[in-house]
């Protein structure tokens, strides 16, 4: 069964801080990664995705992918107390070709002033 | 900007009962997808839908449930006979193309079965 673990978290850090978000995925056929934000009760919003091995920068969002340790991780610079949310991994395509992305479970980021 | 949207936002059923959820997907997407997200699990998906046609379904999606575009706006969810565990919040979704980053969700219904 193809699996996309977590942490669940919580993680608790100041704000101000570098948080540190990380997933494993079982499936090495996978393609595609993707980090969403999710807040208590809301959907999902996607912040970041990824295709290829190395880090991928958007404004205080860094998303870093290593496909040979299967491991894929989010950095969130210059935390904020509005950043507290659920953050989802996904992976996608696994393989045989959906591309409907696989989620994990989430961990949880509170950010304290 | 425009958003899918989901109607009711929470929706109270008998065990038993037949549910049916609706969903506004962007105008000009051509791919409009299902998921449920039982409280504190993780997000999964139920079914894509293409071309007035279901066109990938998980193991959760079976006979129970069942989609439909009865016109050329809303996308509906129905779960028939209801169970307890089908309490979970139910997402909607839409994309232009299948790549998953084009997906924009609505924000979701929450059904309750007492």
């Known amino acids: 069964q193809k699996e996309v673990e977590q942490n669940s978290g919580p993680l608790s850090v100041p704000e101000g801080a570098i948080a540190s978000l990380n997933c494993t995925y079982s499936?090495?056929?996978?393609?595609?990664f993707f980090w969403y934000r999710q807040y208590s009760g809301k959907s999902p919003e996607l912040i970041m995705f990824?295709?290829?091995?190395g880090d991928k920068e958007d404004g205080r969002f860094t998303a870093q992918l290593n496909k040979a340790s299967q491991y894929v991780s989010l950095l969130i610079r210059d935390s904020q107390p509005s950043d507290s949310a659920t953050y989802l991994c996904?992976?996608?395509?696994?393989?045989?070709?959906?591309?409907?992305?696989?989620f994990g479970r989430g961990t949880s980021l509170i950010v304290h002033p | 900007e425009p958003e899918v949207t989901q109607t009711p936002s929470h929706q109270v059923t008998q065990m038993g009962q037949e549910v049916i959820l609706r969903c506004v997907p962007i105008?000009?997407?051509?791919?409009f997808y299902w998921y449920r997200q039982i409280l504190g699990q993780k997000v999964e998906f139920l079914v894509s839908f293409y071309n007035n046609e279901i066109s990938e379904k998980s193991e959760i999606f079976d006979d129970q449930f069942s989609v439909e575009r009865p016109d050329g706006s809303n996308f509906t969810l129905k779960i028939r006979s209801t169970k307890l565990e089908d309490s979970a919040m139910y997402f909607c979704?839409?994309?232009?193309?299948?790549?998953?980053?084009?997906?924009?969700f609505g924000p979701g219904t929450r059904l309750t079965v007492t």
């Open positions: 996904a992976v996608s395509p696994p393989s045989g070709g959906s591309y409907i992305p696989t």
């Open positions: 499936d090495r056929g996978s393609q595609s």
């Open positions: 979704a839409s994309s232009v193309g299948q790549v998953a980053y084009e997906q924009y």
């Open positions: 990824i295709y290829s091995n």
């Open positions: 105008s000009n997407h051509l791919y």
